[in-house]
Nanobody
Framework: QVQLVESGGELLQPGGSLRFSCAASGFLFSYYAMSWYRQAPGKERELVAGISTTGGTNYADSVKGRFTISRDNAKNTVYLQMNSLKPEDTAVYYC?????????WGQGTQVTVSS
């Protein structure tokens, strides 16, 4: 059974930090590109950060320099380190696994940045 289990979201103040993790099971993790997406209320889901099977990364312009994606193939886990959080980072965050033919999604976890 394929699972992508994300760590819990939080309520944070602006300027705060949070490290997300997404633990994968049921598929060959190292063969999949991994990404984090987010969806704010009333907006479409958007790509936040991605990491390829070889470790190459890409980021949305809005998070460059603040967020870092990484993966640990030995632990079947992808991480998203989020620093200098802003209210506009408030969203439900989703873990995503993608191969040439398959896409898996996590259940999503809420992050709220508010003073």
């Amino acid at each position: 059974q394929v699972q992508l289990v994300e760590s819990g979201g939080e309520l944070l103040q602006p300027g705060g930090s949070l490290r997300f993790s997404c633990a994968a099971s049921g598929f060959l993790f190292s063969y999949y590109a991994m990404s984090w997406y987010r969806q704010a209320p009333g907006k479409e889901r958007e790509l936040v950060a991605g990491i390829s099977t070889t470790g190459g990364t890409n980021y949305a312009d809005s998070v460059k320099g603040r967020f870092t994606i990484s993966r640990d193939n030995a632990k079947n886990t992808v991480y998203l380190q989020m620093n200098s959080l802003k209210p506009e980072d408030t969203a439900v965050y989703y873990c995503n696994a993608r191969s040439r033919s398959t896409i898996y999604w996590g259940q999503g976890t809420q992050v709220t940045v508010s003073s």
